[in-house]
């Protein structure tokens, strides 16, 4: 009895990821571990993964759907991007996730005080 062999599938880590962000639910669960891991000492780390999110969806479309152009979106979402809250939140609602908050680790006494 002859048996086939298949061929296993190699796939780059870059493609790997892309494939996985088209999914909303791992989209949103890798955002929230790059805010987790480096919001505070690295904010262009989130500005980074937010930016792979709307490449995999779409840079052109969501671009066009929160009304800016494509360069204009690109630069909010650089290493050096700064966008507005409004953009920001725009951003994320076009790409289908939504942003939550939850008390940090350092937490502050009532009045600022520790």
Do not use: C
Request: aromatic share 6%; proline share 4%.
């Amino acid at each position: 009895m002859r048996t086939e062999k298949k061929k296993a599938t190699i796939v780059s880590h870059a493609n790997g990821l892309r494939e996985d962000l088209k999914d909303p639910k791992f989209a949103a669960e890798y955002l929230q571990a790059s805010v987790e891991q480096s919001a505070i000492d690295m904010p262009e780390v989130v500005l980074e993964a937010i930016r792979e999110i709307a490449d995999v969806r779409g840079m052109a479309w969501v671009a066009k759907e929160i009304g800016v152009d494509r360069t204009a979106l690109y630069r909010m979402l650089s290493r050096n991007g700064n966008p507005s809250i409004r953009n920001f939140m725009a951003i994320l609602n076009q790409m289908g996730l939504q942003m939550t908050f939850k008390p940090s680790s350092r937490q502050r006494a009532a009045g600022g005080r520790e």
